[in-house]
């Protein structure tokens, strides 16, 4: 063989080489804090085609879908997909990330974001990071980072994000290899529980609260989304969770309601049925936008109910995914008897 | 634009592409082109700046070529015409040497004005604040254009040569200004011969693999020196020598110990990633470290460390003074009215002194760098004053000098003195480096050394196992290089596993330890400065 070949031969393998190193070591560095980071390495980990149904969000979702319970009273199997304070401009980007190994009968979407508008959040990256951060690398996810920012440098800090995590080396365990090909088995499916419970007001009757619309670029955002989700065809559902109410909040519930029915999708408004979901002030808050798991178990039930009852699902299941599912209820009654122990 | 950015590796590899595309002929303007957009990217005030000196020598270079050319002529002349001759030569060479005068004191002018323009001001303004005169120059707003002490040097030798007639003028200007101002070295050189460097620009290198493979691990050495270690102990000198009045004793001699490490790191890393890249393009640039810590004396550390600055103000400073009219006035009054050894002390001391008070003002306009210069200057006079009655006094004792335990004290006792001088390069000021040696050795301070503060002082433990970790790796590398010359040959030859496994760890040991990215900004290079 020629030297120039060999020497090109050479150098191609010595660069795949590299970049294959380099993609696990990026895995490796990425930081996942379980509270409510690096989801997206937990969804990698799920088995391929397995869920049901995907919800979408931030705390306002795995602080609320129980994902053990949805298990055990309708046999759905369903992973939560969120992250802390997750921006409603990264749910294009997982959904087309999700579809990739998933196929789920319906894709739940929490509208929080649509009318929780923090503007220091819009300008605050780090709502996009949890969410690409934890992605594999990819061409789509070059694309979304593309699409989110026009900022070259930006641009390379988001492509590379060991960039961002180099500096991590001195927390790097055990732990880190075994996400070498960013994925780890979430045990609860993205299910965060809180124990402790905090007595909240009974919000006000605002039955006579009118529209509001929402933020303009929020809107379009949701309008995208809705034709991407057409494009793909997928079955979409918007879920508003309860949470503390107020005009404003109630007014631009109203809104999202008729401009998502009105495309012809349903949106379930918790808000608007806390008597039927049985949740207690009193008991089921820890805090005035999350309840805890006592309120959890109550609003999974009603959504459970809801998807039963309005969707037509395929909810047979091979025997390795219902033992595995059979596993994480296992876990979630040691969790529960754990915490009841800790409390006596 | 910096060496350690990633813009700078793109223009490296965009560079790198089309040069080899374009044919032979053609590929000095690549390079040529290259330098501009790196030196643009400095801004447009810093290009005109070089441009100016570019063109004054240029020019001057020409004229004197032209007088070279006349004086050559008057060879041919018949001996019959002895005195027409001589007088021909006498007006031409006068006239030379008054075109080389403009030319340096063009190139020189620009310097010294950008450069030391508010150096000299404030000099006055201390003089006056003596005084109590109630006079003050203000300061004027200068820009600095990058690497304007190296691109000086390098045309100053440049018009010296052409006045000896060692080297023919370049006949294009642009080819001159390729030569000036390539962008590998043009902001810390090395201060590179143009008869040493002109030919690899200007004559188009073929591509060869192993001189794309050999810069590109360079490169990344250079790398390697600058962000894993250069960067972190920046943070730990910076915290003691910037706060100098809260530290005492032996934490002082570890951070200058630590800073003649970081300067090396520095300055080497610069140097390896200039040399990575101009071997890219086939271009081998004059050796600038050869394991300078290694040396046993002072002579050979300076010949050691920046070894083209060295050789510059040997061939264009020291002879030429040593030999000039004046310097031999001097050593004549001095050895008759002085006696045979003190004269003979004074004309071996006053170049050298001289060229140690130009290199610490070529270093930065501050009084500390001329200190610095004048301490080394002064061990240099001593070494050459006692090394011989040291030598009569070690053979009356029967000392054994060529043992390894002899050099290495021989090592240790030039790091030492390395050392101290390193104290008045890093502080502040002249006041301020007095101020670190009195409490450096007022207490031994080792209370600053326990319970875990010593880790508090900018790099914590797991940084300080990084930093060793490194030390040891390049002590290794430094000690094969003694023995075997160059350590990428020695790698060569190895199996293809072993040094793809050394390349692969130091590449991602510079991207997991490397000190970059988003909150942290890689300072300049120490020497980019000067």
Not at chain 2, 97 to 102: E, F, G, H, I, S
Not at chain 2, 477 to 491: A, N, R, Y
Request: glycine residues 6%; charged residues 20%.
């Amino acid at each position: 063989m020629k030297k120039e070949y060999k020497n090109f031969i050479g150098s191609f393998l010595f660069l795949s080489g590299a970049v294959i190193i380099f993609v696990c070591i990026s895995y490796m560095m990425r930081p996942v804090d379980n509270r409510n980071d690096g989801m997206m390495m937990g969804f990698y980990g799920e088995k391929n085609h397995s869920l049901d149904v995907i919800a979408l969000g931030s705390s306002s979702v795995y602080r609320f879908l129980n994902n053990p319970v949805l298990w055990e009273e309708y046999g759905i199997t369903s992973y939560n997909l969120a992250t802390g304070s997750m921006q409603s401009d990264v749910y294009e980007m997982l959904i087309n990330e999700s579809l990739k190994t998933q196929s789920p009968d319906i894709i739940l979407i929490e509208t929080r974001p649509y009318i929780q508008i923090n503007q220091n959040k819009k300008k605050e990256d780090i709502y996009f990071r949890k969410a690409s951060d934890y992605m594999k690398y990819s061409w789509d996810r070059i694309h979304y980072i593309n699409e989110y920012t026009d900022d070259k440098e930006k641009r390379f800090q988001l492509y590379f994000d060991i960039v961002f995590y180099h500096g991590l080396w001195k927390e790097f365990g055990l732990g880190n290899i075994y996400r070498v090909d960013n994925e780890y088995v979430d045990r609860m499916k993205g299910w965060r529980s809180v124990f402790e419970s905090v007595p909240m007001n009974v919000p006000k009757d605002y039955s006579y609260v009118s529209e509001q619309s929402i933020e303009a670029e929020k809107e379009k955002e949701l309008e995208r989304l809705i034709e991407y989700c057409e494009r793909r065809g997928v079955e979409i559902l918007f879920v508003a969770t309860p949470w503390e109410m107020n005009e404003e909040r109630v007014a631009q519930n109203r809104y999202l309601e008729r401009i998502i029915t009105e495309k012809g999708y349903r949106f379930l408004n918790c808000n608007d049925h806390i008597d039927e979901i049985g949740l207690n002030y009193a008991t089921d808050f820890y805090d005035e936008k999350h309840v805890n798991v006592f309120g959890a178990e109550k609003v999974t039930r009603f959504i459970g109910q809801y998807i039963t009852e309005n969707y037509d699902m395929d909810l047979t299941h091979d025997k390795s995914t219902i033992s595995e599912w059979d596993k994480v209820l296992d876990r979630y009654a040691q969790e529960e008897q754990e915490s009841k122990a800790e409390k006596e | 634009m910096a060496y350690t950015s990633l813009i700078y590796l793109v223009l490296v590899f965009v560079t790198f592409c089309v040069y080899y595309i374009v044919p032979e002929r053609r590929r000095w303007v690549v390079l040529l082109g290259a330098n501009l957009v790196f030196y643009i990217s400095a801004g447009w005030v810093e290009l005109l700046l070089l441009t100016g000196t570019v063109t004054g020598s240029f020019f001057a270079a020409k004229a004197i070529g032209i007088y070279n050319d006349r004086l050559a002529e008057l060879k041919k002349i018949p001996i019959s015409e002895k005195e027409i001759k001589k007088q021909k030569k006498e007006y031409y060479s006068k006239k030379k040497k008054y075109v080389l005068w403009v030319g340096l004191g063009l190139v020189i002018g620009i310097l010294v004005v950008v450069k030391y323009t508010n150096f000299v001001l404030g000099s006055f303004n201390s003089v006056f604040g003596v005084m109590n005169s109630g006079h003050r120059f203000s300061m004027l707003s200068m820009v600095v254009p990058l690497g304007i002490s190296f691109y000086t040097f390098q045309t100053i030798a440049y018009l010296m040569d052409v006045y000896k007639g060692k080297i023919l003028p370049q006949k294009s200007f642009l080819r001159y200004f390729l030569y000036i101002s390539f962008f590998p070295t043009v902001v810390q050189g090395p201060i590179s011969r143009y008869e040493q460097l002109s030919q690899q620009l200007y004559s188009g290198n073929k591509f060869k693999f192993e001189n794309l493979r050999d810069g590109a691990i360079l490169i990344l050495w250079g790398f390697a020196k600058k962000l894993i270690l250069s960067e972190r102990l920046s943070l730990f000198i910076g915290t003691v020598y910037d706060n100098y009045m809260e530290y005492e004793g032996l934490i002082f001699v570890v951070a200058t110990i630590m800073f003649s490490v970081q300067i090396y790191a520095d300055f080497s890393g610069a140097m390896d990633i200039a040399n990575g890249t101009a071997q890219i393009f086939g271009i081998r640039l004059s050796p600038n470290f050869l394991r300078p810590y290694f040396s046993k004396n002072m002579p050979e550390f300076w010949r050691r460390w920046h070894a083209t600055l060295g050789s510059w103000f040997r061939d264009y400073v020291f002879f030429p003074f040593s030999i000039s009219k004046t310097s031999l006035k001097i050593n004549r009054l001095a050895r008759k009215y002085l006696g045979e050894g003190v004269g003979r002390i004074i004309s071996v001391s006053m170049p050298v002194l001289v060229v140690w008070i130009l290199t610490g003002i070529w270093h930065g306009p501050e009084w500390k760098y001329v200190a610095w210069g004048m301490f080394h200057g002064i061990l240099i006079i001593l070494s050459t004053i006692f090394t011989p009655k040291f030598e009569v006094l070690g053979k009356k004792w029967n000392i054994k000098t060529e043992c390894f335990s002899f050099k290495l004290y021989q090592m240790a006792r030039t790091f030492f003195l390395c050392c101290v001088g390193r104290v008045f390069f890093r502080a502040e000021s002249i006041g301020a480096a007095f101020v670190i040696f009195k409490r450096m050795f007022q207490t031994t301070g080792l209370y600053l050394m326990y319970s875990g503060r010593f880790f508090n002082y900018g790099i914590d433990a797991k940084e300080w196992c990084v930093v060793l970790l490194f030390l040891l790796v390049w002590f290794v590398i430094s000690v094969l290089e003694e023995i075997h010359g160059d350590v990428l040959k020695l790698l060569e030859r190895q199996n293809l596993i072993f040094r793809w496994g050394i390349i692969y760890i130091l590449l991602f040991s510079v991207i997991i330890f490397g000190q970059y990215g988003p909150g942290y900004d890689v300072a300049d290079f120490i020497y980019e400065q000067f």
